[in-house]
């Protein structure tokens, strides 16, 4: 794992070993390896005129340097940030460009090697040293950011683990390894206690399985339990395995469905990461768990299924599983009586569609909360966009059956995240703001995010930014 230190005295005073990493105003395609006289060695990086530099491309940057500094097996590194040069980066003001330099060197140092025979060890980027760091303030964002950047990492850890490992069952597990040691409490409910609960749609698409179903919750009240601040809950789809469940995937579509507990696993990061930074805040997460699987025990398409709320929903649709889970969490987190409640889950393929890989979609009928995630995107580098929850949406999921359907019953693909969005709106608060991030786009990585591949750890940045901030 790749180390990183922060110190005040510059790189120049570092020893040989550490190369010295600088961005030039050359193309951004234009990288130099030099080595000076005096015997030191530097890695010039071209990210086009320095003016220019974007914090968008800011982000990309630093990546695509710690992206070069491993592909060339460079072990040790140093940088330092010279803000000057780049106006559009220092407007954003030294902390968040501090923060946002350690945490997306050590995003980027993150590789996932957990099944590979051969490790690469002997290559490894093993440590980076941020040079320059002079105020007390600049030092902390750069800690803050190195807190966030673990949290990143140990998300994307849990996601990329195989379904064979990571159940329901050490799921729960990895929340309360993640919490160890904070202030945080960690419960994990399974099937008895579930059914005392009438989680009816969480046991559904658990029941195709002898992996037991679970309902994972963490609690942290930094700002005092006695005290009259209402908790932030965060709740995260956490399906380990997503065959489609009767209505079965295609192939191409389900290998990388070990994914689908993204949103869960997003909001252990995040949870873990507020201990870790001991904010006065009081937070809960809820990861409802269950895999999705094929067998004659499982849910079948025209079952109807009382929710915990008692509203009765047809399954159209084994694989439109993530909505049924969410929907008894949401139910379950009204118990809290939150002051705002987020989901986040891998949610439709359709999202892909809509917006491609570069953004989530948020969907939610609070237009200050709408604003709030979008600016924190933007802040955080977790890119959301809009999509609307009019009520029009509405009559595409009645049903003839039951209550609501949880797809169409027409089979009509159009509009399928907003589907989704809406079938949850049947079940979120109505006495706080509320908001669904469909997650699917950033489900894993593509080239441009110079990550590596697999998990992206998103949304946590964002969820990092929102908990400190709301
Ligand atoms: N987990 C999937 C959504 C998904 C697809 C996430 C691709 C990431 C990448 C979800 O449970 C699902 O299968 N949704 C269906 C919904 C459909 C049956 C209405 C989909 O997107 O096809
Ligand atoms: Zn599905
Ligand atoms: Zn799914």
């Known amino acids: 794992m790749t180390k990183i230190r922060i110190e005040k005295k510059a790189c120049a005073t570092l020893p040989k070993k550490y190369v010295r990493l600088t961005f030039t ?9 030099v080595e000076s006289s005096d015997g030191t060695s530097h890695y010039k990086m071209g990210v086009g005129a320095s003016k220019d530099l974007t914090p968008r491309k800011f982000i990309t940057a630093i990546r695509s340097a710690i992206q070069s500094c491993k592909r060339h097996h460079i072990p040790y590194v140093a940088l330092e940030l010279d803000l000057d040069a780049f106006p559009k980066v220092s407007k954003k003001g030294s902390q968040w460009a501090f923060r946002t330099l350690t945490e997306n060197l050590l995003i980027a140092a993150y590789s996932f090697d957990k099944y590979k025979s051969k ?33 990143v990492n140990l998300t994307r850890d849990i996601a990329n683990t195989t379904a064979e490992e990571m159940t329901p069952t050490q799921l729960g597990k990895e929340a309360q390894k993640a919490l160890r040691g904070t202030a945080a409490t960690v419960r994990v409910l399974g099937e008895k206690e579930l059914k005392k609960l009438q989680m009816n749609l969480l046991l559904a698409v658990g029941q195709g399985t002898v992996s037991e179903t679970k309902l994972i919750l963490i609690e942290y009240w930094g ?14 789809k956490g399906v380990t395995y997503d065959t489609g469940g009767l209505n079965v995937k295609p192939s191409g579509s389900m290998h990388e469905m070990h994914l689908d507990m993204s949103g869960g696993s997003s909001v252990i990061g995040a949870l873990s990461c507020a201990a870790k930074l001991k904010l006065k ?79 989530s979609a948020i969907m ?27 009520e029009e949406y509405k009559q595409h999921i009645k049903s003839d059956r039951a209550d609501v359907a949880n797809i169409a019953p027409n089979f009509s693909r159009f509009g399928g995240t907003i589907e989704g969005g809406t079938f949850l709106s049947y079940f979120a608060p109505t006495s706080c703001p509320w908001a669904h991030i469909d997650i699917a786009p950033r489900m894993n990585s593509i080239p441009s995010d110079k990550l590596a591949k697999g998990s992206t750890g998103e949304p946590v940045r964002l969820l990092v930014r929102f908990v400190e901030s709301y």
């Open 119 to 151: 490790k690469n060890d002997a290559h490894e980027l093993k440590e980076i040293v941020v040079c320059g760091v002079h105020t007390k303030s600049d030092s902390e964002a750069c800690t803050r950011g190195i807190v966030v950047a673990q949290s």
């Open 364 to 390: 939610t009928n609070d237009q200050k909360l709408e604003s709030t995630l979008r600016e924190l995107g933007e802040e955080s580098g977790d890119y959301v966009w809009p999509l609307p929850l009019w």
């Open 25 to 33: 105003n050359d193309k951004s395609d234009f990288h130099r390896f």
């Open 281 to 359: 805040k009081n937070i809960i997460g809820i990861i409802p768990a269950a895999e999705n699987a094929v067998s004659d025990r499982s849910m079948r398409a025209g079952d109807i299924v009382r929710s915990k709320s008692g509203k009765t929903v047809e399954i159209v649709h084994t694989d439109a599983e993530g909505r049924l889970i969410l929907a008894d969490a949401l139910t379950y987190a009204q118990k809290y009586e939150p002051r705002v409640v987020l989901d986040m889950a891998t949610l439709t393929g359709a999202a892909l569609v809509a917006l491609g890989q570069h953004a």
């Open 223 to 236: 700002a005092g339990k006695n005290k009259s601040e209402k908790p932030i809950v965060l709740v995260g």
